[in-house]
């Protein structure tokens, strides 16, 4: 059974980076996806981006695009998220989602696999 763990968050002032990781054990196959999603105080959880297994399709976030990355490190089973330039509206708890698809999705609902969380905030 696939299983995900984030590690990763802190404080960081505004302007800053910050990688999170997500740990995928139970050897995921080639049709599966893992997505970050994050959930500010008071809202819902929110997509921040998607990748495959095999790395051929990424989705992001319109409000995410172009200051985060997400990528997959093969050999280690882990699925990274590089965040740049945070402000404070990116504080928030951010969870690792995975699930087994043929298609990369990004919405919630489509995840059945979920980490416990890591908290990120952003702050001066």
């Known amino acids: 059974q696939v299983q995900v763990a984030e590690s990763g968050g802190g404080l960081v002032q505004p302007g800053g980076s910050l990688r999170l990781s997500c740990a995928v054990s139970?050897?995921?196959?080639?049709?599966?996806?893992v997505a970050w999603f994050r959930q500010g105080p008071g809202n819902e959880r929110l997509f921040v981006a998607a990748i495959s297994w095999d790395e051929t399709t990424t989705y992001y976030a319109e409000s995410v695009r172009g200051r985060f990355s997400i990528s997959r490190a093969a050999a280690e089973d882990t699925v990274y998220l590089q965040m740049r330039r945070l402000h404070p509206a990116a504080t928030a708890v951010y969870y690792c989602a995975g699930t087994p698809t043929l298609r990369v999705r990004r919405n919630a609902q489509s995840y059945h696999t979920w980490g416990q969380g890591t908290q990120v905030t952003v702050s001066a």
């Open positions: 139970g050897h995921p196959r080639y049709n599966y996806a």
